[in-house]
């Protein structure tokens, strides 16, 4: 993304286009998504055509100054001084691009594929291999179709080597990146079964992956896995690693887990060498083997691998977003700092909308590759282009180059402490602050400072699920279909503005909440979108009309109401929902009285009409199909009448989340998208739609206890182990959700990977687990529910009740910590 500079002619010629250059530019940066530009001027957007068409975003990137496009028609847009390449595939021509760019260079590069771990072990072998290289890498795990290219362009002449993943999910997708990377030297990482389905069997996925390190000089792999697939290694040299095979290069013998850290001994050139990983989980060991096997393949000596890898610090790709100090939000990215993930973040940053200031403290950057100059008048640059209010510059570097940054409020501290000493004096209030530093400065500590203490029970959400649970739903509607997303009832438990603000960037068309309140708090964080309230009290129409919320009307009552209200306040044509009773018998007109409503609906001109919409009772559930279809006949009975008076067209709606799927002839103009958002559809099995739940509830274990089995646990004498055992002692009760009907063996945690059942009644607070044969210790994690484990759906089952109570019981104590990649 710097120091990359062709004229848009040369781009032209080389990825082959046609179209005509109608004004001479110099191209640095490649955009594929209109959201996200910076220094348009310098900028290329490439059109491509994913679950949205690139095409209908060429407007918009051209606002934004974006003057180059690469297209597949362009004589229709008709934008001054803007040149249109047109070509067939605008992604080939991104790759082509990329791969031209590569072929400049001649650096050396590592390619890695492999189904887990490809992120974690890029981002470890940088930092294994950043003290004697100048290293470019992906950002993230920018691995994909459209990543590859866009990680690749980044190479600078001053970088010595390049680190690439590149992941596939199908069939003949790797040549493609393999063109691109050109890697010299492979490392292939756990094979499972991730994508599976892409593939008509594993052994085809593997070969598939394998075809990145066609052209390697050298492979370094896993020998106990790849002999399973009887594949055929194409690379000149391999450097084999096993736990199993005394004859491959590195033969781990022996392993032992010693406190957190986990202790290697391996057969290596005739030696006997070790080393210490300071991870003790499965997919970390393997992981740090596998860099192991790595760094001595590159000539690294046991001695200096083992010393590097015992100082390897966790990867986290996870942006956090809390609740923080004085009515503040915070973003914490404390672990790592370039200019990509900078980038990010910042994006990130640029999404909250629910306070007027935001905030960047920000550390040095180090191995950036680039000269300090350069480094920080770009950064200063791109945090100049984000509306950033206050900037706090933390490091020797930023503090002599401030002056080349013109926030309305800045400050500069040497490093972290002096910082934190002048922590009120710089006033944090009502902000967004966004967190970013290289490791090495701790930030940690600023971000302990600055978030609310968030007690030991969680609820984690995460917003990049959340988004793909969208997007599948947004596979699913025809064209033209409009989202309606449900986030009454604190999003159903996961959060207001932050659930929200995503789904505001991703562009659903209207919100829904149940009460006048929740709508009123939407628009205070700084929602615009339309926002439905399907329970509107009429004491709170002023609060209705002052925040523009619009609502449902259900009953003559409410009619009159409204349009009274409307009348004493001169309000005209305000937007309003019609709801229809089909059969549910809750809220909304029979279709009885359809008749009576159009007769007060016609040439009423206090409401507009913006949509009627009604409720379908059971769309999930095949034995009750034909009442069902029953429910669609009277909706369209009913708004046809209602049109037909009305003399113009509303938005028509049917269809909840089971409804999406099962009832798609029942889509019309907009769906009412709820449960499915956060992960669950009953209507279709998980394995079918790839749907994941959004939130993990966990707590921590307060105490240890043994117990002799004549003893009782909890109250009313009410537990009992079978034997002499051990319980643990965890910190959520009934006030924080977990209601009392998990109590007595009927509900079960994970703790230590082992789900063990309760005991004895669940208190208000806390309750107790039987942990009798387990090593577990005071402060160890418990998880109630997750993706991955136990499900939502299966704590519905254990106490007869449906995923929704579960999720919405989780009670407003609990903190709420966000994830975004
Ligand atoms: C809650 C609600 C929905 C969403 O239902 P899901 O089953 O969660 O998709 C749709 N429409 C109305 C009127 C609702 O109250």
């Given amino acids: 993304m710097h120091s990359n500079q062709y004229s848009i002619t040369e781009v032209k010629q080389i990825i082959n286009a046609g179209g005509n250059i109608v004004k001479e530019y110099t191209i640095s940066l490649l955009f594929t998504d209109s959201r996200r530009i910076n220094n348009a001027a310098e900028g290329l957007f490439f059109a491509l055509s994913g679950r949205r068409n690139g095409h209908e975003f060429v407007a918009e990137a051209y606002v934004a100054g974006v003057r180059n496009f690469v297209v597949e028609h362009g004589p229709e847009f008709n934008l001054p001084e803007a040149n249109f390449l047109i070509v067939a595939d605008p992604l080939a021509a991104m790759q082509a691009l990329a791969a031209h760019h590569r072929s400049k260079f001649n650096l050396q590069v590592i390619g890695i594929t492999g189904s887990n771990g490809k992120t974690i072990v890029k981002e470890w072998l940088y930092q294994l291999l950043a003290a004697d290289r100048n290293i470019v890498r992906n950002p993230k795990s920018y691995n994909s179709q459209i990543g590859v290219p866009l990680s690749v362009w980044q190479i600078s002449s001053s970088n010595t080597l390049g680190i690439f993943e590149a992941g596939i999910s199908t069939i003949n997708e ?162 790592n700092s370039d200019l990509q993930s900078l980038e990010i973040a910042l994006n990130f940053l640029g999404q909250q909308n629910q306070h007027h200031k935001k905030t960047v403290i920000l550390s040095d950057i180090y191995q950036s590759g680039l000269p300090q100059e350069v480094l920080y008048r770009q950064v200063a640059e791109l945090i100049g282009g984000k509306k950033v209010d206050k900037f706090i510059g933390v490091g020797e570097a930023l503090s002599s180059h401030q002056s080349y940054f013109n926030i309305d409020e800045q400050h500069f501290f040497k490093d972290t402490a002096t910082m934190l000493q002048q922590l009120k004096q710089l006033d944090f209030k009502d902000e967004t602050i966004l967190i970013k530093g290289s490791r090495s400065f701790e930030f940690e500590r600023i971000s302990r400072a600055l978030a609310q203490k968030a007690h030991e029970t969680v609820m984690e959400i995460n917003l990049n699920t959340l988004l793909g649970n969208l997007n599948f739903y947004k596979s699913k509607i025809k064209s033209g279909v409009k989202v309606m997303a449900m986030v009454k009832a604190f999003s159903y438990g996961s959060g207001t503005f932050e659930v929200a603000n995503m789904l505001q960037y991703n562009k659903v068309d209207y919100l829904a909440v149940a009460y006048i309140d929740e709508g009123v708090a939407l628009r205070q964080a700084g929602i615009n979108l339309p926002v439905m309230v399907l329970n509107p009290e009429a004491s709170a129409f002023d609060k209705l009309t002052e925040y523009k919320l619009e609502p449902v009307i259900y009953s003559f009552g409410l009619l009159d109401d409204f349009v009274r209200y409307a009348l004493g306040c001169d309000i005209l044509h305000y937007p309003v929902h019609i709801k229809v009773d089909t059969g549910m018998h809750r809220l909304g007109f029979e279709n009885h009285e359809i008749e009576t409503l159009c007769d007060m609906l016609e040439d009423n001109r206090y409401v507009r009409i913006q949509s009627v919409f009604s409720h379908l009772v059971a769309s999930e559930a095949a034995k009750h199909d034909d009442f069902t279809k029953t429910q669609i006949k009277r909706f369209e009975k009913a708004f046809k009448e209602i049109e037909k008076t009305l003399g113009y067209k509303v938005i028509k709606h049917l269809c909840n989340t089971a409804g999406i799927i099962r009832w798609p002839s029942a889509q019309y103009d907009m769906v009412r998208l709820g449960i499915g958002l956060y992960g669950v559809d009953s209507a279709v099995p998980a394995s079918e739609t790839g749907l994941q739940p959004i939130a993990t509830l966990k707590t921590s274990i307060a105490q240890v206890k043994k117990i002799p089995a004549a003893d009782t646990i909890s109250y009313g004498r009410s537990g009992k182990l079978a034997r002499d055992g051990k319980i643990a002692t965890v910190r959520i009760g009934y006030a924080d959700g977990y209601l009392r009907a998990f109590g007595n063996g009927i509900g079960k945690m994970l703790v230590k990977g082992t789900l063990v059942p309760t005991v004895g009644n669940i208190t208000m607070d806390m309750c107790m687990l039987d942990v009798s044969g387990l090593d577990v210790r005071e402060g160890d994690e418990v998880i109630i529910f997750d993706e991955q484990h136990q499900r939502i759906e299966e704590l519905a089952k254990q106490i007869g009740t449906i995923p929704y109570e579960i999720l919405t019981n989780v009670s407003q104590r609990v903190k709420r910590v966000y994830f975004y990649e």
């Fill in 174 to 335: 790797m040549d493609k990146l393999e063109a691109i990377i050109k890697p010299e030297i492979g490392v292939l990482t756990h094979i499972g079964t991730a994508h599976d389905e892409g593939f008509s069997n594993p052994r085809e996925k593997v070969l598939e992956k394998l075809r990145l390190f066609k052209n390697c000089t050298k492979l370094i792999y896993n020998y106990d896995q790849l002999i399973t697939y009887q594949a055929d290694i194409k690379a000149k040299e391999t450097f084999t690693w096993s736990r199993k095979f005394n004859q491959a290069n590195l033969y781990v013998f022996s392993e032992t887990t010693i406190a957190k850290n986990y202790y290697l001994r391996a057969h290596y050139q005739n030696q006997e060498i070790e080393c210490l990983i300071p991870f003790s989980d499965q997919a970390s060991i393997e992981n740090a083997i596998v860099c192991w096997a790595t760094m001595l393949a590159l000539g690294y000596s046991a001695v200096e691998a083992d010393k590097r890898i015992e100082r390897l610090a966790p990867v986290s790709m996870r942006l956090e977003l809390k609740n923080g100090i004085n009515n503040c939000s915070v973003i914490d990215d404390s672990y």
